[in-house]
Structure formats: C-alpha cells, structure tokens
C-alpha cells in the first residue's frame, strides 16, 4: 500500500512540475507572438517578420 502511495505523489509531483515549467515558458517568452509555441512552422517566419513593440499579440497557430 505505502508503495501505491510514492508512485501516485511521484506521478503528480511530475505533472505538477510539468505545468509550473510550461507556465514558466509562456512568461518568459513575451516578446514572442507564439509565447515560446514551438509546435508550428510558422514561429520562426512570424518572428522574423513580427515589429518591435511591448504587445504580445495572440498567435492563431497554436496546437
């Protein structure tokens, strides 16, 4: 049973970790359009053609 317990809390302990790393990644991407999305080809064009400003506009493709 005390084994049953350290798998669960391990398992949320890493979906907790998880979460707090992908919130970590959204804010500290604000100068991208995307917010650090990796997931389509469009980031690196969308960076490369995106104007300076302090806006973080939204970005349409993400997955």
């Not at 890493?14 to 959204?26: C, D, F, L, R, S």
């Amino acid at each position: 049973m005390t084994t049953q317990y350290i798998i669960i809390a391990a398992i949320i302990a890493i979906a907790v970790g998880y979460v707090a790393y992908k919130i970590y990644e959204t804010f500290s991407n604000t100068n991208s359009s995307c917010g650090g999305c990796k997931g389509c080809s469009m980031n690196p064009q969308q960076q490369k053609n995106e104007p300076i400003s302090n806006k973080k506009p939204s970005c349409s493709h993400k997955m």
